[in-house]
């Protein structure tokens, strides 16, 4: 099993409509959770961090569930503006405590 | 204004070159890290610093070598040992090592 899994889509959506996509990670111990968005050929930007009792920023919602070991970002309302790759990001518990990243789940929004 | 910066942008290298990427940052961070990003994949870790004159292999770091002789400055050099080093190179930086990471711009190397 892969330490930090996505699905890679890509997901399209019409422009209003409510999306969400989930990031599973491996080991139980993680504790840091991130969410980034990535534009086409730029570098991610650092959407949202992902607490235990989850948080809402506008239109986005990050979630952790524990018990099954994945955190969700749902978007709503969603705007073209929001096509784009989005990765998830989990630390690595043991050793140096790094950051692994997911590979990308793909959004494109269609008017 | 705080941020990280690459230079250069583009990159184009004869095969067996090295080609030294840099990455400068002003946020006080101490941890810095190089990424490597092929077309439609994720982001893979070359190496990481979590301080001044210390880094850590990451998982592919064959054919890369970095140093820290400065907390602003991380630069990697690819060296011709690299099989494969056309790819976008990016350059990351958090407070501690479990932190929250932001990005530089990148740099696209090709090598022809």
């Known amino acids: 099993r892969k330490e930090v899994e996505q699905d890679p889509g890509p997901f399209n959506v019409p422009e209003g409509a409510t999306v969400a996509f989930n990031c599973t990670y491996s080991?139980?111990?993680?504790?840091?959770f991130f969410w980034y968005r990535q534009d086409c050929r730029k570098e991610p930007k650092l959407l949202m961090s992902?607490?235990?009792s989850g948080n809402e920023d506008g239109r986005f919602t990050a979630q952790l569930n524990r018990a099954s070991q994945y955190i969700s970002l749902l978007i709503r309302d969603s705007k073209l503006s929001d096509s784009a790759t989005y990765l998830c990001?989990?630390?690595?518990?043991?050793?140096?405590?790094?950051?692994?990243f997911g590979q990308g789940t793909r959004l494109t929004i269609n008017p | 204004d705080g941020g990280i910066t690459q230079s250069p942008k583009y990159l184009f290298r004869k095969e067996g070159q090295n080609v030294t990427l840099s990455c400068e940052q002003n946020?006080?961070?101490?941890?810095m890290y190089w990424y490597r990003q092929d077309p439609g994949q994720g982001l893979r870790l070359i190496y990481y610093?979590?301080?001044?004159?210390?880094?850590q292999k990451g998982d592919i770091a064959e054919g890369y070598s970095v140093s820290r002789e400065k907390k602003e400055s991380f630069p990697l050099t690819v060296t011709s040992a690299q099989k494969n080093p056309t790819a976008f190179y990016l350059c990351?930086?958090?407070?501690?090592?479990?932190?929250?990471?932001?990005f530089g711009p990148g740099t696209r190397l090709t090598v022809t």
């Open positions: 990351a930086s958090s407070i501690n090592i479990a932190y929250e990471q932001y």
């Open positions: 080991n139980s111990a993680s504790q840091s």
């Open positions: 992902v607490y235990s």
């Open positions: 990001a989990v630390n690595r518990p043991q050793g140096a405590q790094k950051l692994v």
């Open positions: 946020l006080n961070h101490d941890a």
């Open positions: 610093s979590q301080i001044v004159n210390d880094f």
